[in-house]
């Protein structure tokens, strides 16, 4: 199912940052325990990179370790990613997702949004 809407990709060059976002398309979500992140190269397989559980503990691949930071904010049912020192492997989509507590539905994933590292 895909109820969720990424914003603020585009072109970065490397070294530089950007800030992603995630947020429903409409209403609020109920029941979401982990907000993550993945992203998917051309011809790639999608690749979970980060991920917060509802108590705030944030756990990443290592190739984004000490580089990027996911946080949320509950009450706006937001999800960010922040991306420092990018990269050119960083160059991918991205999608944010939501998986919720049992009982309260299927995972949501948004469209993905393009992010493209290059000089």
């Known amino acids: 199912q895909m109820h969720l809407q990424e914003s603020g990709g585009g072109l970065a060059q490397p070294g530089g940052s950007l800030r992603l976002s995630c947020v429903p398309y409409?209403?609020?979500?109920?029941?979401?325990?982990?907000m993550a992140w993945y992203r998917q190269v051309p011809g790639g397989s999608r690749e979970w990179i980060a991920e917060?559980?509802?108590?705030?503990?944030?756990n990443y691949v290592d190739s984004v370790k000490g580089r990027f930071t996911i946080s949320r904010d509950n009450a706006k049912n937001t999800v960010y990613l922040q991306m420092n020192n990018l990269n050119v492997e960083d160059t991918a989509v991205y999608y944010c997702?939501?998986?919720?507590?049992?009982?309260?539905?299927?995972?949501?994933w948004g469209k993905g949004i393009l992010v493209t590292v290059s000089a």
């Open positions: 409409s209403g609020m979500i109920i029941g979401i325990n982990t």
């Open positions: 917060i559980t509802s108590h705030g503990d944030a």
């Open positions: 997702n939501f998986k919720k507590f049992p009982g309260y539905g299927a995972e949501t």
